[in-house]
């Protein structure tokens, strides 16, 4: 199975930028498609950035314009770059893949936007 580990979260004013990565312990060339969730304080978990594996990328409303994820298949990591980041884009941010199957989840990094 492959593990997910993210990584790059923190605290950064508003307006500020984040680059967040996300380790796979293995290959993700065979995974179909890896995405970044989040997830706020008694909010249900949303996507926002997904990347197929064709490279095909989707992005929340909230997020077009600002986020960019992007995928590194010779060192097994997505990423996804946060620019001007806004204090309602605070939240846990996850890693997610998907294989033919398995989902696979990583532990989440906290990602907090001052005003």
């Known amino acids: 199975q492959v593990q997910l580990v993210e990584s790059g979260g923190g605290l950064v004013q508003s307006g500020g930028s984040l680059r967040l990565s996300c380790a796979a312990s293995?290959?993700?060339?065979?995974?179909?498609?890896m995405g970044w969730y989040r997830q706020a304080p008694g909010k249900q978990r949303e996507l926002v950035a997904l990347i197929t594996s064709g490279g095909i990328t989707n992005y929340a409303d909230s997020v077009k314009g600002r986020f960019t994820i992007s995928r590194d298949n010779a060192k097994n990591t997505v990423h996804l770059q946060m620019n001007t980041l806004r204090p309602e884009d605070t939240a846990v941010y996850y890693c997610k893949g998907v294989s033919r199957a398995y989902e696979y989840w990583g532990q989440g990094t906290q990602v907090t936007v001052s005003s």
């Open positions: 293995s290959t993700i060339v065979s995974i179909y498609a």
